[in-house]
């Protein structure tokens, strides 16, 4: 000990002596290796490494004036202390032994204390320390354990006081940033919270990153982060840039202090020089690049939140220009008036959703931006086609009762319109549903390229915008995603922005399938009817169905229809066409049926259809008109063409044309007659007298006819030859005996001897002749010219030929003739039969030997035999079989009528013998004498449309040239089927003409093939111009939509029939034009054209008159057009044509022009209403259009007002009470100056109303009558009951100007039963009282003579505006405005009234005692002195509430904006927008709502004017629920307190700032929203707090340079701070763990006192066996058992003896008296054993002369202390009783603590707080170029305001004083916040023009921290520095 002593006086003086000549020169005292390899003293090692170290230093609690602190310094010391050099030796021994490295590496450099001339802390010392030689490893360890307490570190001596939260500091390798994080966003549960408001983050230098399960967590991922940025922007490699630890810097920053740890390869030279340099190098790019925005520095993840007002480690700060702190790209408002005007809720922010699957309609609305969708009871825009004017109904039926009658069931709303076929929701949907932009489908058939482009840019857009937006989050300065402030980095933004790029990915798939969803060049349709098959841009099969007639249609069912006019459409196919849409249906293309296609029938030419041509076209569809044999490539022109040669197969024959085509079914028969043959036999005989010899001869005569002179001996041969070649014409052939007399025919001559004169006797047999030769007129005659008397030659028939005679009769169709001559001609059997059997049409008659001049039988049209039968060829024709479906496609078509026999009745004479004349009749004319008839090889009835006549179907069609009749009209004007036209009848004439062209003319109306010969130039002619088809049918097509079918102006619906071919003789017919049927269950609008025209009649080329009327063919009726719908439009520009066809005669007597077809219209509505696409309000481009009325209804006589007349209305099922009901009305330029509409509210129906007027007294709610004014009342008659209730209104709106649209606002109080109607956005009618329970119909009605009334934008629904209104001017000026209360700084921020600490008594053992613990205090003064002030409010206004009386605000607490007019600010203000020359001021004050807890919770809402007088409603500026807390990420409920508005003519932007806080007022934030127009909306940018602190109350002040400055109130408490009071050694008690004082222990550590401490006092009483329990215990002497005896007398036998003598013997162990509680266990020995844990929980710490070690180490140096308790004695040592105790009197039980005289408390402990003064300030901050954030250039000053002015006052007050705020000579950045007055410097700022004295009315803010020692050094105590 002695030694020890020698070698601490001699360093004391070594030091002292050295101190001031030299520096400390240390030496370890332990020389190792490493020490003797390279140096052992810090000159040698500066001399080998020379740079080549780095300097350390850290914070150790050591009392540097007292105790072992001693002569750290050299200036103040005090009492005994261990010397320096052992300190540092020790040091060194604990630094290298947590290290396991050499002491001679490590060298003290400095000792010093915290603290500077005015601050002074003696309880803590800084080490500065050098390692040799560079190591960073060996720092990076040392890094480590001072943070854990259970290193090897806190084992040492010295550094086992290391203070962690200082930590280990590399001098030249340590910086600090400042980022604007909260700390617990950056480290979450891992903030460590040692103290209230200090907060820290220290596991960067525990480096428990590096661990694993570390790794992802939110600190680490935070810290990963920011090192990547930091080596990515300073060019560091992996490992260079380290973080250290990151303290809480106010609310909303922390200062990360981080490590630039050198490559050890930099240390190669000599002199480390490039460490230095390198250091250097990187902090001066890091300073460089913290001044330039564009730096890498702020691309990173995490360095663009860096403040550069911090700087680097507190130097080189920077102004902030403009704030880096963004959530997203600051948008541009939108150009789009309306949608600014939804954001505001000016309008209602309302969406009408319809779906065109199911054509519901939803009707929603937000509340704010991205607010949840609700539902409403109405919004419609009209802006969707595909929506149209569904479910405006007719709100009153007229009737001749002058009263509204209920509709009917049949007129109710059915899925099937009115009037269709086919309801759009019987079939399944076809084509795809395409999403385009907006969130709406392109479902069904979509071909409009101008939508489709509109949509496409849109679209693209859209993902521009987003594109935009994430380039932007990448490359500029972002905050977070808005709402969420945990994404902190830009990886994790990144991470949230994927949702953005899975978001863009999939509108860029929407873009991609919506671009190629149409064609957009050589766009085609085409509609196959007959094999169901759409196909070309959209393909798709349709449905095969039939109407309730059985007509088969192909349906094609869709959601929606649009075709614009770059489709081409082609339709083919036999069915008609039925296209249905579940939404509208928009054509502006033409759509154009081919005759003969779609339902439409052919034109007469063929006589049948064969079935497997069913669904074809009879020609192809590019011919036009084909006859039999023309080939088209190769191929028949007209494949469905079937002559009349295939009846024989077969083939079913009936009405191919149609029901209106002229067919009839025809009839070819064949009446033959026929008897027995009896050839005529004649003598010629030539004779002279008796004796005479003939010579000479003679000639023969027939019928004009004579022979040559005939020798009287003529041979028989001579005869025959002479007879046949001159009694015949010319010779002897067939021929046409039209007008040639008849010959003689064939004879046979046989001759004889005749007398004897020479005579002969010729026989002659007429072989040819027919019947008897003899009998006609004609007979046979000779001449003779014999030379001999009595010469003479007769001719006498000798057998007569056989005749028919008599007659015959006939039965056809159930009717029988009159008996017919055997020989009747054929006009006279013609005219028989037309007269006696009355179902026939036409009757036409061929018979042989039709002149009766054939009888040598050597004609062609001549008797059948010689007999004298006739052939009679008839063609007749019959509506009776003539089957006519009723579409090409009918259950019909291979359907034939019953074949008709007819049957002779025969009464013919000229029988021989036994046989009678036959008459047979045979079906065909294959029997015909006539060959081209009997070519026609059918022996079937057929039907044919022939002569030329035109189809019917509206109309009857145009007459042809024969005699036959024209078309006929069918079906209905309804159309209740869908059918199309008939075909025109064709050129036939052969069946009702027979004359000397038959044989021509047969074959071609029959299709047969005529070979014509040279010889014949004018029947050649014929057949080289077209031929005569008849024209077919028009198509038919039905269109129903369940809302509107549009017909744009291109749009061509044409269904017209096909004229006639022209012909050489005989020309076609025209085809009868189709029919159109538009059903929709909304508006049928047409704009376009339809045509259901019939087809010309064709033309005759040629020149004959075989004809009626000549060869031109009759024009076929138009068709058929019906129009069903809500309301039917046919614009003025439209065209509909229902013509029928003309004709080429020019004769208007034969009516062969077509007749007119028929238009049916139906609608509901008596009014015309349509959606009209080409105005909207507020910008849209759509609107609901009541036309003019036209026509003056048939009830109310007309008295001073234009007669009304029911219109429209929308039933919303059930009656509402809404909020709000809005809508824009705007009427036409009307030349009347009266009434044009009148829209109504009502409670109910019309129907429901008109069932009891008697018993109401009103129909409308509220009602408004437009016109040049607009009327205004409540609970009135209304439309269409009077119209006298209009006179009885007020005018509300005096001038209302034509085609502007007014917008009507009207909000209701239903409780109230009163209602405010807006303007225009101002207030017109205020608190109006009415009477209703609901709203259930909107109706708008028109006036006769009245203009066009449009209505747009219609919302029913809640009032989102939150009861909100603007002021209101009273008649005596004041302004009326209903506001939130106005608050403040709340109570707890203002703080309490000052206090004084209560008065300490210094406790001891000995007041602590019964004695003195007496009531009132007896035997003890017990405060003697005065109480201490701690805390002074130096606070002049304050209230129980906080610095005001909560109260109602006023339209003074706003914020005023002026939009001047006039100057340079109207190109960033609206004055050319507004046009008007006055100045505009708007008004934002915040408005709390909480009366609806489903509606926004608050807005900043606006108003305008002009005047002060009249104020415009301007809207929500900004929701609460917009808002977001970017600092902590609370999701609590926020609102606004005190927006102000200031214009940045720079950015061109409107700049809102506010307050933010959450329902308590917790927080305090200042928040920043941005607008490009002064009436909003304004977008949510920020919030956070402004240079660090909260702010209640705050204004803004834009000077006339454009600087803007942030003017805010706060309140802060300052520490007045000073040492401590240190009590010295006797009055600092000991103290037990709980902190209870432990009175033995204090007394026991001052004195030595043998009882208590003396150690062999325990084995005295052990070997006594004093410490153990009194027990007896009784044993038997003989067999040893014991038994113990309780101790009691209870338990003594009856000698009163405890055992039982003498067989038991007592044994007694312990001496405790169980009489005594303290004893009963035995008595414990008094002494303090110091190796018992209870009595070392204390070690001394606020004394400095007090060594800091526990009670044991005390013990045990003190001078009585024992190294050994038991000093080599045992508890059973005999002589341990009589052991002498030695005099310990003056022994001390502490080693450093000797008796001494009690001093007075010293001022030397650590710094405290001695006193807290509050006050008021008012902060100054100079805000960023884009007056988004704050500069850093801030002026404090303390004060509030006085005699109530509020904080504008104070702004007024300084720009009054030049440069009053003093930016011209000072822009210095400093902090708001107040540093601690610090032992001389109490004192306060004196100049009264600097102290403002605030009202309590006005809000304040408060620091509840001190990061003033961050910015300037100065920390308040006890608070952890870096």
Not at 51 to 76: E, T, W
Not at 534 to 561: C, H, L, R, Y
Not at 751 to 778: M, N, Q
Not at 1698 to 1710: S, T
Request: glycine letters at 8%.
């Amino acid at each position: 000990m002695m030694d020890l002593c020698f070698i601490v006086i001699f360093i004391y003086i070594f030091t002292f002596t050295t101190a001031a000549a030299s520096p400390i020169q240390t030496t370890p005292n332990y020389y190792d290796e490493w020490c003797q390899n390279n140096c052992s003293s810090l000159a040698e090692c500066d001399e080998k490494y020379g740079q080549n170290h780095v300097d350390l230093q850290i914070r150790v609690r050591f009392p540097i004036d007292d105790g072992p602190g001693r002569h750290l310094v050299f200036d103040k010391y005090f009492g005994n202390t261990i010397n320096r050099q052992s300190f540092e030796t020790q040091f060194i021994f604990d630094i290298a032994t947590s290290l396991e490295t050499s002491p001679c590496r490590i060298y003290v450099i400095a000792v010093f204390p915290e603290g500077s001339d005015s601050y002074w802390d003696s309880e803590n010392v800084f080490i500065k320390f050098r390692l040799f030689p560079l190591d960073t490893d060996a720092v990076a360890s040392l890094t480590k354990q001072i943070q854990v307490p259970a290193s090897q570190l806190y084992r040492g001596n010295i550094t086992q006081t290391t203070d962690n939260l200082f930590g280990l500091v590399a001098l030249e390798w340590d910086f600090s940033l400042k980022m604007t994080y909260s700390i617990a966003i950056v480290g979450g549960n891992d903030v460590i919270e040692p103290r209230e408001h200090e907060r820290y983050l220290n596991q960067g230098s525990l480096q428990s990153c590096s661990e694993d399960k570390n790794t992802d967590s939110l600190y680490c991922t935070f810290e990963s982060h920011l090192a990547q940025d930091m080596e990515y922007s300073l060019g560091l490699q992996s490992g260079h840039y380290v973080v250290l630890f990151m303290k809480e810097s106010g609310k909303n920053a922390v200062i990360v202090s981080f490590r630039l740890v050198p490559d050890i390869s930099l240390t190669a030279t000599s002199d480390g020089t490039s460490v230095v340099d390198w250091i250097q190098s990187v902090v001066t790019n890091l300073v460089d690049q913290i001044s330039d925005s564009e730096s890498p520095l702020y691309k990173g993840n995490l360095t663009f939140r860096i403040d550069p007002t911090w700087g680097v480690s507190g130097e080189s700060k920077q102004l902030r220009k403009y704030t880096k702190f963004l959530s997203r790209p600051i948008p541009q408002t939108s150009d789009d008036s309306y949608e600014r005007c939804k954001a505001t809720h000016r309008c209602p922010r309302a969406w009408s959703n319809y779906n065109q699957t199911t054509t519901q309609i939803s009707h929603t609305m937000q509340q704010f931006n991205g607010g949840k969708h609700t539902d409403v009871a109405l919004f419609t825009g009209f802006e969707d086609w595909r929506r149209g004017i569904r479910s405006w109904k007719q709100s009153c039926r007229n009737s001749v009762s002058d009263q509204c009658i209920p509709e009917t069931d049949s007129e109710r709303e059915s899925s099937k319109p009115l009037g269709a076929h086919f309801s759009p929701f019987d079939f399944a949907s076809l084509g795809q549903s395409i999403p385009t932009y907006g969130q709406s489908f392109n479902s069904g058939l979509i071909l409009n390229q101008k939508e489709l482009q509109r949509d496409t840019m849109q679209q693209q857009m859209l993902i521009n915008e987003y594109e935009s937006l994430m380039k932007w989050l990448d490359r500029e300065y972002v905050h977070a995603v808005t709402d969420d402030v945990n994404h902190r980095s830009r990886d994790e933004i990144r991470a949230n922005i994927t949702n953005y790029t899975a978001f863009i990915t999939n509108q860029k798939q929407l873009l991609q399938t919506l671009s190629t969803s149409q064609c957009t060049v050589n766009c085609t349709l085409l509609f196959n009817t007959s094999n169901a098959e759409m196909s070309g841009a959209v393909n798709a099969t349709g449905v095969v169905t039939t109407t309730s007639n059985g007509t088969e249609v192909v349906v094609w069912p869709f959601d929606s229809i649009d075709i614009d006019e770059n489709v081409l459409i082609t339709l083919t196919g036999q069915r008609a066409m039925v296209l249905l849409s579940r939404s509208s249906i928009r054509l502006n293309s033409t759509i154009n049926a081919l005759p003969g296609t779609l339902g439409g029938f052919p034109g007469g030419f063929s006589v049948a259809r064969r079935a497997e041509d069913r669904l074809s076209r009879v020609c192809i569809d590019e011919v036009e008109s084909r006859e039999f044999l023309d080939k088209c490539n190769g191929k028949s022109c007209c494949p469905g063409d079937q002559p009349i040669s295939q009846l024989a197969k077969g083939i079913t024959s009936n009405n191919v044309n149609g029901p209106g085509s002229p067919s009839s079914r025809v009839y070819l028969f064949t009446i033959q007659t026929s008897a027995p043959v009896v050839h005529e036999v004649m003598y010629l005989k030539t004779s002279a007298d008796i004796g005479q010899t003939l010579s000479g001869g003679f000639r023969l005569h027939f019928n004009k006819f004579s022979t040559p002179f005939l020798p009287h001996d003529i041979s028989a041969g001579a005869l025959k030859a002479k007879m046949e070649n001159s009694l015949n014409p010319s010779r002897l052939k067939t021929v046409d005996r039209s007008d040639t007399p008849v010959g003689i025919g064939v004879v046979e001559v046989t001759r004889e001897r005749f007398g004897t004169s020479g005579g002969f006797h010729w026989s002659i047999t007429f072989t040819s002749a027919v019947g008897t030769l003899s009998k006609d007129s004609g007979r046979i005659s000779v001449t003779s010219e014999l030379v001999s008397k009595g010469a003479r030659a007769t001719i006498e028939t000798v057998k007569y030929g056989n005749s028919i005679g008599g007659a015959f009769a006939l039965q056809f169709l159930g009717n029988t003739t009159r008996q017919i001559p055997h020989d009747v001609s054929a006009s006279d059997l013609k005219d028989v039969l037309l007269d006696d059997i009355s179902l026939l049409n036409t009757v036409n008659v061929l018979r042989n030997d039709a002149v009766a001049n054939c009888n040598d039988g050597f004609c062609y049209n001549g008797p059948t035999d010689q007999s004298g039968g006739y052939i009679w060829t008839l063609s007749i024709t019959t509506d009776v079989g003539n089957i006519s479906p009723s579409s090409p496609t009918s259950n019909d078509f291979n359907t034939e009528g019953r074949v008709e026999d007819m049957i002779a009745l025969n009464y013919l004479t000229g029988c021989v013998d036994s046989q009678c004349p036959q008459i047979e009749i045979k079906h065909g004319h294959g029997k015909s004498h006539n060959k081209e008839m009997r070519s026609m090889s059918t022996n079937k009835p057929f039907s044919l449309a022939y002569g030329g006549a035109g189809a019917g179907y509206g109309e009857s069609g145009g007459r042809g040239f024969q005699d036959i009749a024209q078309g006929k009209s069918y079906g209905d004007n309804e159309l209740s089927d869908l059918l199309g036209g008939s075909g025109g009848a064709g050129k036939c004439c052969c069946v009702f003409r027979f004359d000397s062209l038959v044989h021509i003319t047969l074959r071609v109306c029959l299709n047969v093939r005529v070979a014509v010969g040279a010889n014949q130039p004018f029947q050649l002619a014929m057949f080289k111009g077209p031929r005569g088809r008849g024209g077919s049918g028009g198509g038919a097509i039905e269109i129903v939509t369940a809302n509107d079918i549009i017909l744009e102006s291109n749009a061509i619906l044409s269904f017209d029939g096909e004229s006639g071919a022209d012909a050489y003789m005989f020309a076609g017919g025209g085809g009868s034009g189709g029919s159109i049927l538009l059903a929709a269950g909304g508006a049928v609008h047409i704009k376009g054209k339809l045509s259901a025209v019939g087809g010309s009649g064709g033309r005759m080329k040629g020149k004959h008159d075989l004809a009626i009327d000549g060869g031109h063919g009759g024009g076929g009726s138009g068709g058929r057009i019906a129009l069903y719908g809500e309301s039917v439009v046919i614009e003025n520009e439209s065209f509909i044509s229902l013509d029928g066809g003309s004709c080429s005669n020019a004769s208007s007597a034969n009516n062969c022009t077509g007749g007119e077809g028929s238009l049916f219209v139906r609608a509901s509505l008596d009014t015309m209403l349509s959606l009209d696409h080409t105005t909207g309000a507020e910008g849209t481009s759509s609107s609901l259009y009541l036309h003019p009325r036209k026509t003056r209804p048939p009830y109310n006589p007309r008295k001073s007002l234009s007669v009304t007349q029911s219109g429209p209305e929308y039933d919303l099922g059930r009656a509402i009470q809404p909020g709000r009901v809005l809508f824009y009305v705007k009427i036409a330029n009307s030349t009347d100056s009266g009434w044009d509409a009148m829209i109504e509210l009502r409670e109910s129906r019309w129907s429901y109303i008109a069932s009891k007027p008697s018993s109401i007294d009103y129909t409308a709610v509220i009602g408004l009558a437009v016109g040049t004014e607009i009327r205004h009342g409540t609970n009135f008659i209304g439309v269409p009951f009077t119209d006298e209730h209009v006179n009885s209104l007020a005018t509300i709106y005096p001038n209302v100007d034509s085609n502007t649209w007014t917008k009507v606002d009207m909000r209701f109080d239903w409780k109230r039963k009163v209602h405010d109607l807006y303007l225009n956005n101002t207030r017109i009618v205020r608190n109006m009282p009415f009477r209703g329970d609901g709203i259930r119909v909107i109706s708008i009605s028109n006036f006769f003579e009245g203009s066009g009334v449009w209505l747009d934008e219609v919302f029913i629904g809640p009032d989102t505006t939150m009861g909100f209104h603007c002021p209101v001017v009273l008649p005596n000026g004041s302004v009326k405005m209903e506001r939130p209360s106005e608050k403040g700084w709340k109570a707890n921020e203002v703080s309490g009234e000052s206090f004084t600490l209560p008065m300490q008594r210094h406790e001891s053992h000995i007041s602590a005692r019964a004695l003195y613990q007496r009531e009132n205090d007896v035997f003890i003064e017990k405060y003697d002195g005065d109480e201490k002030t701690f805390f002074n409010s130096d606070i002049k206004f304050r209230t129980d509430q906080g610095d005001r009386e909560l109260k109602a605000g006023k339209f003074h607490a706003g914020s005023l904006l002026k939009i001047p007019r006039g100057d340079s600010f109207d190109k960033v203000f609206l004055s050319n927008r507004r046009g008007s020359n006055h100045d505009t001021y708007f008004w934002y004050g915040e408005h709390d709502y909480d009366n609806d807890p489903t509606m926004s919770s608050g807005a900043v809402m606006a108003c305008s004017t002009q005047d002060f007088k009249s104020w415009k409603y301007e809207g929500a500026m900004l929701h609460y629920d917009n808002i977001t807390d970017m600092v902590h990420g609370l999701t609590s409920t926020l609102h606004i307190e005190k927006p102000k508005v200031l214009f940045n003519e720079m950015t061109q932007k409107y700049v809102m700032w506010m307050i933010i806080d959450n329902g308590t007022r917790d927080l305090g934030l200042a928040g920043v929203a941005v607008s490009d127009e002064p009436n909003g909306p304004f977008t949510f940018l920020r919030s956070f707090y402004p240079d660090g602190n909260q702010t209640r109350d705050q204004t803004l002040y834009q000077d006339e340079d454009g600087s803007a400055y942030l003017f805010r109130t706060f309140y802060q408490t300052v520490d007045y701070v000073m040492p401590e009071a240190v009590m010295q050694p006797t009055w600092e008690s000991v103290k037990n763990a709980d902190g209870s004082i432990n009175f033995a222990l204090s007394h026991h550590r001052a004195e030595y006192n043998p009882g208590y401490d003396d150690y062999h006092d325990i084995y005295l009483q052990r070997w006594r066996t004093e410490d153990k329990p009194w027990k007896v215990i009784c044993i038997n002497r003989l067999t040893k058992e014991e038994r113990e005896v309780p101790y009691g007398p209870e338990h003594l036998n009856f000698d009163g003896e405890v055992c039982h003598n003498p067989f038991e013997y007592k044994v007694v162990l312990g001496q405790g008296n169980p009489m005594f509680e303290n004893s009963k266990n035995g008595i414990q020995s008094r002494f303090l054993d110091p190796n018992d844990p209870a009595n070392n929980a204390w070690i001394p710490n606020s004394v400095p002369s007090v060594k800091g070690q526990t009670w044991k180490a005390n013990y045990e140096d003190g001078t009585c202390g024992k190294r050994r308790v038991d000093d080599d004695k045992h508890h059973f040592d005999p002589s341990l009783p009589f052991r002498m105790e030695p005099d310990r009197g003056n022994c001390s039980n502490i080693v450093d603590n000797p008796i001494h005289p009690t001093l007075p408390d010293k001022r030397v402990g650590p710094q405290q707080t001695t006193m807290q003064r509050r006050a008021k300030y008012v902060a100054i901050s100079r805000l960023t170029d884009d007056y988004l954030d704050t500069s850093g250039i801030v002026n404090v000053y303390e004060g509030g305001l006085e005699k109530g002015a509020d904080l504008l006052s104070l702004v007024r007050q300084f720009i009054a004083t030049d440069n009053a705020f003093g930016w011209d000579t000072d822009h210095e950045i400093r902090t708001v916040y107040q540093s601690p007055v610090k032992d001389n410097y109490f004192h306060q700022e004196r100049n009264r023009d600097r102290i403002f004295h605030q009202y309590e009315t006005q809000l304040n803010d408060a620091s509840q921290y001190f990061p003033s020692c961050v910015y300037d050094g100065n920390c308040p105590t006890n608070f952890s520095n870096t």
